[in-house]
């Protein structure tokens, strides 16, 4: 049985999202059992007996805009983000699920479940959508700004592992975001981790990869430094937002795109289903000891659902112990 722990007061929309996406997959897989820690007054209208649902009551929160998740961790342990990350560090759980701000759940991490020790950066590691429907692993988005090409390539090779193991991608492509395609682009960092990725041999390098072609790109890893990365998926963002608007503005500029967008229905449908991230899953916290997702803070039920099947999946697919050995062999290797 996997055992996951749940953060139910995390989110924007908390708890109602994450206790109905918890049992969404707790229906769906039958080899999963959830631990939910949150507010069981607020939790109270929206939960429903499990065999497989367990809830452990605080009353304590962090809020969505907190500025300071250092100074609320060391002064109260109780927050229901921290005390999920506890039951995992306990051994009473093999991974944890978290809406609440990413932040915090990075310093709950390094306090709580620590770092791998073959790995001396953490990075932010989603999922995000692409022009085939499978998504490509995007890192790092965010957890760091100050990197050396070394951290880069350990990333490479854990985010490979995860993209064979857990989307299930033949010889996964590791490309790296440039300004340009050519060899010798971008900052001295970015000649440096090129060559670095290119000589490896527990990778698969695709090469310099523009970001006009994130969207279209065979490469299943997208790698850069967090300033970069948080730029690349910003930008993802807005401008599918902006899509959408201009698409509705349009629609509703004469009653003949009105009539027109009926016999469309379907096809937009689908349309905003490929552009939405919360189809495919919540981001990894890629460097700890056990595995942390970081769902969408504005999750709905369906995307938190996705958020606990991602975790279950790494899991399920021992992703912790196969990196710890990849990074250990490249270790001795360079020794």
Known sequence: MIRLAVDGMGGDYAPEPIVKGTLRALEAFDNIEITLFGDETKMAPYLKQHER??????????????????????????????MAMQYVKDG?????VSAGPTQALVVGGHFIIRRMPQMKRVAIAPIIPSYDGRGRILLDSGANVDFKPEHLLDFAVYASIMAEKVLKREKPQVALINIGTEDGKGRDFDKETFALLKASPDINFY???????????????LLSDGFTANIVMKTMEGTAKGLGMVLKREIKSSIFATIGALFMKNALKRFKKSLDASEIGGALLMGFNQIVIKAQGASKEYGFYNGIRQAKEMVEANVIELVTNVLEKKEEKSE
């Open 53 to 82: 649902l367990h809830v452990v009551h605080t009353p304590y929160y962090l809020e969505m805009g907190e500025k300071d998740p250092i100074k609320q961790y060391r002064q109260n342990k109780e927050m229901s983000m921290f």
């Open 92 to 96: 009473k759980a093999d991974a944890v």
């Open 207 to 221: 090469g310099n990869l523009e970001p006009k072609e994130v969207f279209t790109t065979e490469a299943d890893i």
